[in-house]
């Protein structure tokens, strides 16, 4: 039973932060890229931001540079986006996927969790 869980998301104003986990059991993160993924009402899904399985590369969709950041603790075999700077149009279900590869693939992302809401409106 391999699983990713999603947390932290919830409603917040404009301007503020949120910060979401993704927590594996089952398996170790060590060895997968990790992407944050998002769907907001009325659109499809959407890649916001990978971290390479060594935690030494990052990216991120242009809509969210400079204000969210993506971090791995595997010792906790956790990894974390931290939201800073809401706006409105940030407004989505966030998913979290693992890669079984050096870096997020959307066709490689093999395991998803059922996502948590984030709301930011005033």
């Known amino acids: 039973q391999l699983q990713l869980v999603e947390s932290g998301g919830g409603l917040v104003q404009p301007g503020g932060s949120l910060r979401l986990s993704c927590a594996a059991s089952g398996f170790t993160l060590d060895y997968y890229a990790i992407g944050w993924f998002r769907q907001a009402p009325g659109k499809g899904r959407e890649g916001v931001s990978c971290?390479?399985?060594?935690?030494?590369?990052?990216n991120y969709a242009d809509s969210v540079k400079g204000r969210f950041t993506i971090s791995r603790d595997n010792a906790k075999n956790t990894v974390y986006l931290q939201m800073n700077s809401l706006k409105p149009e940030d407004t989505a279900v966030y998913y979290c996927a693992a890669a079984r590869l050096d870096w997020c693939l959307d066709y490689g992302m093999i395991y998803w969790g059922k996502g948590t809401l984030v709301t930011v409106s005033s």
């Open positions: 971290i390479s399985s060594s935690g030494g590369s990052t």
